[in-house]
Nanobody
Framework: QVQLAESGGGSVQSGGSLRLSCATS????????MGWFRQAPGKGREGVAA???????AYAASVKGRFTITRDNAKNTLYLQMNSLKPEDTAMYFC???????????????????????WGQGTQVTVSS
């Protein structure tokens, strides 16, 4: 049974930093593609960052240069380092996983929520001005 558990959310002031973690279990982590998504109140879920199992990463334009996604295959854990946080980054952040795929363009699919099969419960990030 695939399980994803996010942690590391909290409240920070604008310009601050947070590191989110996603602990995974129940599957061979190195065979899966991973992603971070977020959902602000009253808005749809959007892709933030993604990482495949071969070193490729993808970022939403709104976070590029501020957020960094990394994966530790030895610890079966995914991270999202968030720097220079802005009030508009306030949202529930979700970790997602899907089995690695060989067809299609990774970068076109990586930030699409429909491409992911498994989801965590989320961790809240609140950034105040």
């Amino acid at each position: 049974q695939v399980q994803l558990a996010e942690s590391g959310g909290g409240s920070v002031q604008s310009g601050g930093s947070l590191r989110l973690s996603c602990a995974t279990s129940g599957y061979i982590y190195s065979n899966y593609y991973m992603g971070w998504f977020r959902q602000a109140p009253g808005k749809g879920r959007e892709g933030v960052a993604a990482a495949d199992n071969a070193g490729r990463t993808a970022y939403a334009a709104s976070v590029k240069g501020r957020f960094t996604i990394t994966r530790d295959n030895a610890k079966n854990t995914l991270y999202l380092q968030m720097n220079s946080l802005k009030p508009e980054d306030t949202a529930m952040y979700f970790c997602a996983a899907t089995p690695a795929y060989s067809s299609g363009n990774y970068y076109a699919r990586a930030l699409q929520q429909d491409e992911y099969e498994y989801w965590g419960q989320g961790t809240q990030v609140t950034v105040s001005s």
